[in-house]
């Protein structure tokens, strides 16, 4: 009996220390190990909303509209940035000098020569000078528009030095046409394009004509005739009707150095004028060239802007020329246009375009004597430097020929 008991009582101290062993394995288990940098981590269950009487009491916030809550601002697609691109600055040209450029010329006004010139002197070749002949050296004159008061007093000066003289080789005859056609046109008028100025103020030229006679052309090439002749230029867009004007003459301008000073279409060109001189004085240039508006159809707007212009350059000093373009090709009809402008602003000098292009040459005769005025300059063609200043001698020869 002892011996069973003492049995049941070893099973269940056994009994105990095995369950011992297993409790204390597993509470070893759910212990954090230990050591001085081991911080315990809690992790908290997902909050959950509270309803009935487990919900909390609401806080007191402002709330805010749908105005007021501000949202994230879409941010638009950067666009790649375009490269930049450099255009060459093209080099300055230096313009062919203005000395002898007529003489070098000569060969543009071949139609003017054998309508004029040779003409003429093929009549006055003829063995007998009889009153049909001097009607043909006439009607010759008149058809190269000399005009016809000129025409009748240079008819009157030959008749009566081929009497008195008697000449009729060819050279004395083409001397004799020589000396008379330079008395028609005239050698003593100043016929240099005034740009002096004064001592703080740059000369002062303004260019006017109809448009389609070549003006802003002829002020894009007088800018190379003075370019040429060592005068530092600054050029005034001042025809603002026509929207290629000003693009064109600053064309014109940077193929020599020149500053062109412009303004909107369709602006005040008087305010443009002003502050092309403006501007010639800050950079103390030598001339200020202004291209006026041509495109006027009634005389007294003419009168009104050019007297204007005029006006607003004189506040910084005198006007040193008024240049008048003219279209050789129009013939008479270009004398129409002359008288207007001549009406209305004080021309100084004019400006002959398109001579190589006609048999008109005689009209240089007839402008000047309507007007009073010199021609200054003449235009033999298309290129930039085929406007010349006007040399009465080489221009007879070139009519008459060798």
Do not use: C, Y
């Not at 203005?98 to 003409?119: C, D, P």
């Amino acid at each position: 009996m002892e011996i069973v008991i003492l049995a049941v009582v070893i099973a269940l101290v056994a009994i105990g220390a095995i369950s011992g062993l297993v409790v204390s394995s597993r509470r070893k288990k759910q212990l954090p190990p230990s050591g001085p940098s081991s911080t315990p981590t809690i992790t908290a269950p997902p909050a959950e909303p509270h309803v009935g009487e487990e919900a909390e009491t609401p806080r007191d916030e402002p709330r805010r509209t749908i105005e007021e809550v501000g949202l994230p601002e879409a941010q638009a697609p950067t666009a790649p940035e375009a490269p930049v691109v450099t255009e060459p600055v093209p080099p300055v040209e230096v313009p062919e000098p203005t000395a002898g450029r007529l003489v070098r010329l000569r060969s543009r006004l071949s139609r003017s020569q054998s309508t004029l010139g040779k003409g003429l002197l093929t009549l006055l070749s003829r063995e007998h000078l009889d009153e049909d002949t001097w009607e043909e050296i006439e009607d010759t004159l008149l058809t190269a528009d000399v005009g016809v008061t000129p025409t009748q007093e240079l008819v009157e000066r030959l008749r009566e030095r081929v009497k008195v003289l008697g000449t009729r080789t060819p050279e004395g005859l083409r001397g004799l046409l020589r000396e008379e056609l330079l008395e028609l046109i005239g050698t003593e008028a100043d016929r240099s394009v005034r740009t002096d100025g004064g001592e703080e103020v740059p000369g002062v030229v303004m260019v006017v004509g109809v448009n389609g006679t070549g003006k802003t052309t002829t002020t894009g090439k007088l800018a190379r005739v003075l370019v040429a002749d060592g005068r530092s230029v600054v050029l005034g867009a001042a025809d603002t009707f026509r929207a290629a004007a000003a693009d064109q003459l600053q064309t014109w301008g940077e193929r020599v150095g020149a500053r062109t000073v412009r303004g909107p279409e369709g602006g005040d060109p008087a305010s443009i004028a002003f502050d092309a001189v403006k501007e010639g004085i800050a950079e103390s240039a030598d001339v200020v060239l202004i291209d006026t508006a041509g495109r006027l159809h009634t005389k007294s707007g003419l009168m009104d802007e050019l007297g204007k212009v005029k006006r607003v350059v004189e506040k910084h000093g005198p006007l040193d020329e008024v240049l008048l373009v003219l279209d050789a090709t129009t013939g008479q009809n270009g004398l129409v246009q002359a008288r207007v402008f001549a009406e209305v602003v004080d021309i100084t000098g004019i400006v002959l375009t398109k001579l190589d292009g006609t048999a008109k040459g005689g009209i240089v005769v007839a402008v000047q004597r309507e007007l009073g005025v010199p021609v200054k300059l003449i235009g033999l063609g298309e290129g930039p430097d085929d406007l010349a200043p006007f040399e009465p001698e080489a221009f007879v020869d070139a009519l008459i020929g060798d």
